[in-house]
């Protein structure tokens, strides 16, 4: 019986010591973000035509990229087009998100090492046979 206590209560220690370590040791690779870095992803600025020509390309452009940041457009069909910014000294990215013969909806990823900054589909552009 004593036998039987001793090898019960080495199982639950070494179980409590087990968890005690995975909780201890779970962050070790987790990335962090830089507090500024994550303020200028949020501040990312785009301009683009709301309404196009059918058929045309379309257009994003990112005011004052962030050096090492991948911007993704990401449409409401599942299509996703992306830039990595690895220049400095340019004031405008372009990123082309091809042919508009529908309405087509947008969200923006901004990706720059531990931080991400996402939207919801709040870019719309409009085919139109006249503008």
Same mark, same amino acid.
Not at 17 to 44: H, I, M
Not at 75 to 96: C, E, K, M, P, R
């Given at each position: 019986?004593?036998?039987?206590?001793?090898?019960?209560?080495?199982?639950?220690?070494?179980?409590?010591?087990?968890?005690?370590?995975?909780?201890?040791?779970?962050?070790?690779?987790?990335?962090?973000?830089?507090?500024?870095?994550?303020?200028?992803?949020?501040?990312?600025?785009?301009? %683009?035509?709301?309404?196009?020509?059918?058929?045309? !390309?379309?257009?994003?452009?990112? $005011?004052?990229?962030?050096? =090492?940041? @991948? /911007?993704?457009?990401?449409?409401?069909?599942?299509?996703?087009y992306s830039y990595t910014?690895?220049?400095?000294?340019?004031?405008?990215? %372009?990123?082309?998100?091809?042919?508009?013969?529908? !309405?087509?909806r947008f969200a923006l $990823?901004?990706?720059?090492? =531990?931080? @991400? /900054?996402?939207?919801?589909?709040?870019?719309?552009?409009?085919?139109?046979?006249?503008?």
């Amino acid at each position: 019986m004593i036998q039987k206590l001793k090898n019960g209560t080495f199982k639950g220690l070494l179980i409590a010591l087990l968890t005690v370590l995975a909780l201890a040791t779970s962050g070790v690779y987790a990335q962090t973000c830089d507090p500024n870095t994550q303020k200028a992803l949020k501040e990312t600025h785009v301009s %683009y035509f709301d309404k196009v020509t059918q058929g045309a !390309t379309a257009t994003f452009t990112i $005011k004052y990229p962030l050096q =090492g940041t @991948t /911007y993704i457009f990401s449409d409401n069909l599942g299509a996703t087009y992306s830039y990595t910014y690895t220049a400095t000294g340019q004031d405008f990215v %372009y990123i082309n998100v091809g042919a508009v013969n529908t !309405t087509r909806r947008f969200a923006l $990823k901004a990706i720059n090492g =531990g931080c @991400t /900054y996402q939207t919801g589909f709040d870019y719309t552009i409009n085919p139109v046979t006249t503008l």
